[in-house]
């Protein structure tokens, strides 16, 4: 499977012809979607899903149930719950968790879905939630309001996927980029950073 990282939280994985797209959001490249067969969104907030990009490619988009959505374009979404499995792009697809990872006094308190694909690859968007199998390939978000960098480390060493790539990354500076990979690198085994743009 080919995996591309864009900015923030959004991947494209690739296999056999068929393109899946996760979380791409109003911070990540429109071309991140050129020839999505499928896209599947964690949850509701817009740095993970931009409904008007989303209206307009006409494709399956898959949510997890109780998401919220802007109605500012009409959108046609599959509403998927955690343990569900189901099929997206050719791929299949399991929905895993169930709620946003708390900031502060609950909130927010929102749908959050991670997905599991090809019992391969997983991302689990704004959560840390664990998907209950072994994994390859995991998806480790980097930095948020949500998150301690202890948190994300004991996270994605508890996993133990033979490849660890970052995502919810946009809010980072050099710095702070530099810093966080030099743990991520010092602490999990199997991390390599990608860039926005970069395949594996």
Known sequence: MR???YTHSCVRLEHDGAVLVIDPGTWSEPRALAGADAVLVSHEHADHIDVLRLAGLG??????EGAVLPDLAPLQVTRVRAGERFTAAGLDVTAVGGRHATIHAGQPDCANLGYLVADEVYHPGDSLHLPGRPVRTL???AQASWLKLTEAIGFATAARAAEVFAIHDAQLNERGLASVNGWFTETVPGYRYLAPGETV
């Open 139 to 141: 998806l480790v978000p």
């Open 3 to 5: 995996i591309t990282k």
């Open 59 to 64: 494709v399956p988009v898959f949510v997890p």
